[in-house]
């Protein structure tokens, strides 16, 4: 196949791991109105959980005690059981909290875990990480067949979390949320349980980022702890802005032109001196269209549509 | 004895990182992430002063100065025209602010490790007991007479008593004559240099890299909830006291875990106490 060809799928398919992610931030944050800083979190956690079911057994130079070479399937299942199951266990004590003190206590929370990846040699094999996760089914697939079949299998789950969520947020517990958002102290006249919603809410974001995270490795094959730094929960929310908070179609389309604005740059044939200084201009011109975007559409490119008016 | 002087030095610089960042949360009342970058920006800039030949001392000098400019410069380009567009805007606006001098420092310095040109340190020895290394001293010197300066300049001088009133209130300090604007341009000023200061003393005592202000921004915003979201004396506390916990948490966790310890100690503060340490001396009918 074409090189460019190949490029351009390659982070198309990357741009539906981020899709996802950014699909869970917004039910969050742009439906139920959370300041979540730790969404890498549980994007760490999937992605660990599906890479020690699913990688092989340690050799002699690696440390980890697991790698059950299981099915990627139970992997998958795992990583948004355990992406929940994180997200239940730390909103106990941060989901009291509100606004900056909730903000804080998430991106300390991602910061802990991800330290602790790269510590606990026993389960992560610490700042070396894991290496050679065999991708699902791909020695029955020519290499070129595999890549469109990933693409397709990635555009699948994207889609069906679109619909998923979407269905989410126009439900009634979706507009619950969004009357917590507005509201609080009126929501609850209409018998709406803050705490109640906001950790369900919560957990939901947590699978979604788990079975995010776990894309994310079938992807990469590998995982280091350097993977889960707050820069990714940065880049989703940066994402989520782009597109326009609040909105699922916007949350969809800004992780992809992200992804694009963040990529397109390394297809470019460059020395490797220039490929270090581009590679920096990068994060800059993310930072700037950032800006660009909220000095001038600060509701992004798509805005939340008002409902009921 | 080790401990409680790495702890006091630990502590320190993390009180002046952290300084510059709650005053603008104070006064501009949203968290300015982009505050790592000048720490990191401030040390870049003392690299560069003596690589183009200047004594190291004059360097840092400057470069407080320079950022400090540039602090200013930020305010009035970027953040005067979005104030009151809500504090989320604000906030990822310093996001990208943050990434864009990343970005540009990456690109101009490039991606490696540095440190400061400056000699090598001999412990200063008491009779039997080592203290601290000069740069050490230097730096506990320093810090204390800023925050004696700040403290002054807060409490008794007419610019610093103008910052107060806008951070209480915006609106009554208006009807008093106050400019607002010129306030907001002040505490940017301060809080960029206090972020250069702060960046120059981490390259001294380690190293100078593109994610240090990555690294810091997460401790700072540790200190700044310990100490009590925008309160400038529960921060200076909150410094010393994480700088002690870290250091003291090494008897127990391996030093891997230095950061985390920090992080452990906020998660707790909050669950228990999340008002941060402010509310320790104020009005107790806040409480819950």
């Known amino acids: 196949m074409e090189g460019f060809l190949i490029f351009s799928i390659s982070v198309l398919t990357l741009a539906f791991v981020y899709v996802i992610l950014c699909l869970a931030l917004n039910i969050e944050c742009g439906v139920a109105g959370m300041w979540d800083l730790g969404i890498v979190s549980y994007f760490g956690v999937g992605a660990y959980s599906y890479a020690i079911l699913v990688a092989p057994a340690a050799a002699s130079y690696q440390h980890y005690l697991f790698g059950f070479e299981l099915n990627?399937?139970?992997?998958?299942?795992?990583?948004?059981?355990?992406?929940?199951?994180?997200?239940?266990?730390?909103?106990?004590?941060?989901?009291?909290?509100?606004?900056?003190?909730?903000?804080i206590t998430t991106i300390a929370f991602s910061e802990v875990l991800r330290i602790t990846f790269s510590n606990e040699n026993w389960l992560t094999n610490g700042v070396a990480g894991i290496y050679n996760i065999e991708q699902p089914l791909k020695t029955f697939f020519s290499p070129d067949i595999y890549l469109i079949l990933l693409f397709i299998v990635f555009f699948v789950f994207a889609i069906i979390t679109y619909f998923i969520v979407s269905r989410l947020s126009n439900s009634t517990y979706g507009l619950s949320l969004k009357a917590l958002r507005e509201n609080e102290s009126l929501a609850k006249t209409a018998r709406i349980e803050p705490s109640k919603q906001y950790h369900s809410v919560y957990v939901f974001t947590g699978c979604l980022a788990g079975l995010s995270g776990a894309l994310y490795v079938w992807l990469n094959t590998?995982?280091?702890?350097?993977?889960?730094?707050?820069?990714?929960?940065?880049?989703?929310?940066?994402?989520?802005?782009?597109?326009?908070?609040?909105?699922?179609?916007?949350?969809?389309?800004?992780?992809?032109?992200?992804?694009?604005?963040?990529?397109t740059l390394s297809f470019l044939n460059l020395?490797?001196?220039?490929?270090?200084?581009?590679?920096?201009?990068?994060?800059?011109?993310?930072?700037?269209?950032?800006i660009l975007i909220l000095r001038f559409l600060p509701n992004g490119l798509i805005s939340e549509k008002p409902r009921f008016l | 004895m080790d401990i409680f002087i790495y702890g006091l030095v630990t502590g320190s610089i993390l009180l002046i990182c952290a300084l510059g960042f709650s005053m603008t949360l104070k006064t501009e009342g949203f968290i300015n992430v982009a505050h790592g970058q000048m720490l990191m920006l401030g040390a870049y800039y003392a690299l560069g002063l003596t690589y183009i030949g200047f004594p190291f001392i004059i360097a840092a000098f400057l470069s407080v100065l320079f950022c400090g400019f540039t602090g200013l410069l930020f305010q009035r380009v970027l953040f005067k025209p979005i104030k009151g567009n809500g504090i989320l805007?604000?906030?990822?606006?310093?996001?990208?602010?943050?990434?864009?001098?990343?970005?540009?420092?990456?690109?101009?310095?490039?991606?490696?490790?540095?440190?400061?040109?400056?000699?090598i340190a001999r412990v200063i020895k008491v009779g039997d007991v080592y203290l601290v290394t000069p740069y050490e001293?230097?730096?506990?010197?320093?810090?204390?007479?800023?925050?004696?300066?700040?403290?002054?300049?807060?409490?008794?001088?007419?610019?610093?008593?103008?910052?107060?009133?806008?951070?209480?209130?915006?609106?009554?300090a208006k009807i008093r004559g106050i400019n607002p604007d010129r306030c907001s341009d002040l505490v940017w000023f301060i809080a960029s240099s206090l972020a250069g200061l702060g960046g120059i003393f981490l390259g001294i005592l380690g190293a100078v890299h593109l994610n240090m202000g990555w690294q810091q921004i997460v401790m700072i915003l540790s200190v700044t909830v310990l100490g009590g979201l925008g309160s400038i004396y529960g921060v200076m506390l909150a410094g010393l006291l994480l700088g002690f916990a870290m250091e003291f948490g090494l008897l127990v966790f391996s030093s891997?875990?230095?950061?985390?310890?920090?992080?452990?100690?906020?998660?707790?503060?909050?669950?228990?106490?999340?008002?941060?340490?402010?509310?320790?001396?104020?009005?107790?009918?806040?409480?819950?």
């Open chain 2, 137 to 172: 001293f230097m730096i506990l010197v320093i810090v204390l007479i800023t925050v004696l300066i700040l403290h002054l300049f807060l409490q008794y001088s007419i610019l610093g008593k103008n910052i107060r009133a806008v951070a209480d209130n915006q609106e009554l």
């Open chain 2, 89 to 119: 805007v604000q906030l990822f606006t310093s996001v990208g602010l943050a990434y864009m001098i990343n970005g540009l420092v990456g690109a101009i310095a490039g991606k490696r490790m540095l440190s400061f040109d400056i000699p």
């Open chain 1, 72 to 103: 990627p399937v139970f992997g998958i299942l795992l990583a948004v059981t355990m992406g929940g199951i994180s997200a239940y266990l730390i909103g106990l004590p941060s989901l009291r909290l509100r606004r900056e003190y909730f903000l």
């Open chain 1, 222 to 263: 590998l995982i280091v702890p350097t993977q889960f730094t707050p820069n990714v929960t940065f880049f989703v929310w940066t994402a989520l802005i782009i597109g326009g908070i609040g909105n699922n179609k916007g949350a969809f389309l800004g992780a992809i032109f992200f992804v694009i604005l963040l990529e």
């Open chain 2, 256 to 288: 891997n875990y230095r950061t985390a310890i920090a992080f452990g100690v906020i998660i707790l503060v909050l669950v228990i106490r999340p008002e941060g340490l402010q509310s320790l001396w104020q009005s107790k009918g806040r409480e819950n």
């Open chain 1, 271 to 290: 020395s490797a001196e220039l490929a270090l200084v581009i590679s920096s201009l990068r994060i800059a011109l993310v930072g700037l269209a950032l």
